[in-house]
């Protein structure tokens, strides 16, 4: 069975913080395929960061470590791109919907965000920062 796995799902199988459910999430994710949206990805590292306090470099551990499972599935592409971001200060998700928008056909990635803006220029990609803009 190749499972699609909700942030629940991962938060409960990496923090331990719950007698029935982890045990519950460890056993399945242990025991099927498994692919993991890049929302959920995103969702994640909101959550670590947010709610757990997690840092940076914990973030980017949790992440490599789901995409170096042999049964896990997930976009590369956009992982990757979104751990970029998140390596260079960023957030992951605004990498990771670069990275999509790009795919889709866009040229140029809209934002507020000075930081976003700041990595993906330095990619040397175009960026319309809208605080900049007149």
């Known amino acids: 069975m190749s499972l699609i796995v909700d942030t629940n799902i991962l938060l409960r199988a990496m923090i331990v913080d719950h007698d029935v459910e982890s045990p519950k999430a460890q056993a399945l994710l242990a025991s099927n395929e498994v692919i993991i949206p890049n929302q959920t990805l995103c969702e994640l590292v909101w959550v670590l960061r947010r709610l757990y306090k997690r ?22 592409g956009a992982v990757e791109a979104g751990l970029t971001f998140l390596e260079a200060g960023g957030d992951f998700a605004d990498g990771v919907i670069e990275f999509e928008g790009r795919k889709l056909g866009g040229d140029t990635f809209a934002t507020f965000d000075k930081r ?19």
């Open 55 to 76: 840092s940076q470099s914990d973030l980017v551990t949790a992440i490599r470590t789901w995409m170096n499972v042999q049964t896990v599935a997930l976009d590369r």
């Open 116 to 134: 976003a803006a700041s990595i993906t220029r330095a990619k040397g990609r175009d960026c319309l920062l809208l605080s900049d803009a007149s």
